[in-house]
């Protein structure tokens, strides 16, 4: 008994060897495509680490705004995705992540369209928004209702800290989300610069009004 889980042991050791795993690292500020090997050279991830690619458009943080990047990520922070959040105060998030284990499996780069090519579903949903410095007491005042997007299938209900560049935040905020944000709930999620810890989203199928008439259109 001891001899077969000792070469158990032995075995699940020469299969799962301490391998550092190189993946392609570089941000993009603008330019959606090229990444100058020379100036962005690949990068050997810390053990665990496994290769991320990602873009993002999102108006939560006046100073990181628009990203496209590719870099060595925590596996339990990468959760590939579509991600699309639309709250109050015209707040938006929106992402796309890829995760992957193999060498340089994220050189390919991932496009947002622009956001204001996102038409209205006809959903709706509650709508708050509120982010302060942590230990902040502080509440989310619902707003009324904002339109939902694209795949913005769900209203979420969503907190969580947010982490970017050694300043901590609470986050909590109401509005519409795609399948896939509602998903990390439970989760700790990263993209570009940004970490999520906590996350709790607690997500529902908005109500769908037929008599709905949009006034505007
Ligand atoms: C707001 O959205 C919720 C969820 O979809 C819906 O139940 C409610 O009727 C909406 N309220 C208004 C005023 O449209």
Sequence with gaps: ?????????????????????????CRLPRDYDACDVVKNPHRVCRSYGICSSGVLQSN?????????????????????????????????????????????????????????????????????YSMVGTRTPHNCQNQGN????????K???????LVFDHDIFDLIFQGCASEDMCALDGKHFSFGYIALINVKAKCYDPEKSSRQIDLKG
């Design 155 to 161: 209203c979420i209900d969503y907190s969580s800290m």
């Design 60 to 128: 939560i943080l006046q100073c990181y705004q628009k990203e496209t990047y590719r870099q060595c990520e925590d596996p339990n922070f990468c959760h590939s995705g579509d991600y699309s959040v639309t709250a109050a105060e015209g707040k938006f998030l929106w992402t796309k992540v890829f995760c992957c284990r193999t060498e340089l499996c994220n050189l390919e780069p991932l496009h947002l369209p622009p956001r204001e090519d996102l038409l209205p579903n006809g959903l709706h949903c509650p709508a708050c």
């Design 1 to 25: 008994m001891m001899k077969e889980h000792l070469s158990t042991c032995l075995l699940f050791a020469l299969l799962s060897p301490v391998t550092s795993l190189t993946c392609s690292n």
């Design 146 to 153: 904002v339109s939902c997007l694209a795949y913005e299938t």
